[in-house]
């Protein structure tokens, strides 16, 4: 089991820059796989960036492509999200999860493909 822990998110005004950090507990965080998703107000979750185990594969949704780097230090046992050129629009609260029995390489987009989640973590876009 591994537990995971958000952190970094604020307040912003539109065109700055965020970096999200997630922490994860126990000693084999380089077997995960690791994605991001965000919930804003009112919607359902949406995927928003994934990386593979070794860090060396990654995958963007259209909306942050260019403007959001997902990368992983397996010595910390961390994940994180650089968020910049943020807008309105990326107001959420923002989720890592981890997927346990990930294969070398691979990227998951789908919600139902993790099964960890950390608690979240806030961010405002003020425009």
């Known amino acids: 089991q591994v537990q995971l822990v958000e952190s970094g998110g604020g307040l912003v005004q539109a065109g700055g820059s965020l970096r999200l950090s997630c922490a994860a507990s126990?000693?084999?965080?380089?077997?995960?796989?690791m994605g991001w998703f965000r919930q804003a107000p009112g919607k359902e979750r949406e995927f928003v960036a994934a990386?593979?185990?070794?860090?060396?594969?990654?995958l963007y949704a259209d909306s942050v492509k260019g403007r959001f780097t997902i990368s992983r230090d397996n010595a910390r046992n961390t994940v994180y999200l650089q968020m910049n050129s943020l807008k309105a629009e990326d107001t959420a609260d923002y989720y890592c999860a981890a997927n346990r029995g990930s294969l070398y390489g691979s990227i998951y987009v789908r919600q139902t493909e993790y099964d960890y989640w950390g608690q979240g973590t806030q961010v405002t876009v003020s425009s």
């Open positions: 990386i593979s185990r070794s860090g060396a594969n990654s």
């Open positions: 126990g000693r084999s965080f380089s077997m995960y796989a």
